[in-house]
């Protein structure tokens, strides 16, 4: 066991050693400021992706309420499941975040699409749902970074070929946004 938790541990690090900063650094600068100017930010997933979208949401949200500045209004498009499923059942389960981006998101605001393989269609199509709005894309992905990560504005790829190793890479780039924004919020 201590072999395969060393070994684990050692890809996610160099996982994370080449994740693009530059990316990075877009991704919150988009997210501060959709903040600033009072916009909603929508998150997408499935599966483990939808509990980090939702995770993303409680901390993009009250984890950036600090020192009088307005937290980041954030959704998980994953969590109505009473939506999500009617969706479903009318439109067909491609359409579940495509049709709520289309309920309630608007020019200026923001998606985050979390999709492993990048090729999930319920996620590429809330993907190109956006762009038609005129909101900003981030997509986070694996693999190879499938059609998410050319169609998203913002690509923060995580080049692992484990679900695992993606996912945990993604919980801490959701992390690292959250912190970065309420330390520099608690500097102001």
């Not at 969590?79 to 049709?99: H, K, R």
């Not at 090729?119 to 894309?137: F, K, P």
């Not at 790829?157 to 679900?163: F, K, L």
Request: charged share 20%; with cysteine.
């Amino acid at each position: 066991m201590s072999a395969f938790f060393g070994g684990y541990c050692e890809r996610l690090r160099q996982s994370l050693a080449l994740i693009d900063h530059e990316a990075l650094a877009r991704a919150t600068r988009a997210v501060e400021e959709v903040g600033e100017r009072g916009g909603h930010i929508y998150a997408v997933g499935n599966g483990g992706s939808a509990a980090i979208a939702d995770h993303l949401c409680c901390d993009w949200t009250k984890g950036t309420d600090a020192q009088g500045h307005k937290p980041i209004a954030s959704h998980s498009l994953s969590s109505n499941a009473a939506l999500y499923s009617a969706i479903a059942n009318d439109f067909g389960f491609p359409e579940v975040f495509s049709q709520q981006l289309g309920y309630f998101g608007k020019k200026g605001d923001l998606l985050l699409a979390i999709s492993s393989s990048g090729n999930s269609d319920n996620i590429v199509r809330a993907a190109a749902q956006a762009e038609s709005l005129g909101m900003t894309s981030i997509g986070l992905t694996g693999f190879s970074g499938g059609r998410l990560k050319a169609m998203a504005d913002i690509a923060l790829h995580v080049p692992a070929d484990n679900y695992g190793v993606v996912e945990d890479a993604h919980q801490i780039i959701m992390h690292v946004i959250a912190q970065f924004i309420t330390a520099r919020r608690l500097k102001r």
